[in-house]
């Protein structure tokens, strides 16, 4: 059984960084595409960056370019993401999420088959 368990998420101000991560358990992420999306209340959940397994390409979405990095570490099996500049569109619940496919380009909700239960990032102005 795929368990991904998210955690890092909390209030901070605008400017500030923050490292999310999510640990997983029954599947390899160096071998698993790994992405992380993001929800607000009222909007529908939105790709934020992925990274592909095996070959380890990552993409994100125009707004966090630049700001934001996915990565994992193989040997404890755990997926991050880096956010430094944050602003307030940022906040939302960042969950991770993994696929049994091996998509080429996974940026869709529906290219993902596990995903964690969530974590709060709220950035301030």
């Known amino acids: 059984q795929v368990q991904l368990v998210e955690s890092g998420g909390r209030l901070v101000q605008a400017g500030d960084s923050l490292r999310l991560s999510c640990a997983a358990s029954?599947?390899?992420?160096?071998?698993?595409?790994m992405g992380w999306f993001r929800q607000t209340p009222g909007k529908e959940r939105e790709f934020v960056a992925y990274i592909t397994g095996n070959t380890g390409i990552t993409s994100y979405r125009d707004s966090v370019k630049g700001r934001f990095t996915i990565s994992r570490d193989n040997a404890k099996n755990t997926l991050y993401l880096q956010m430094n500049s944050l602003k307030t569109d940022d906040t939302g619940v960042y969950s991770c999420a993994a696929g049994r496919t091996a998509y080429l380009i996974p940026r869709s909700p529906t290219h993902y088959n596990y995903w964690g239960q969530g974590t709060q990032v709220t950035v301030s102005s």
């Open positions: 029954g599947r390899a992420v160096s071998s698993t595409n």
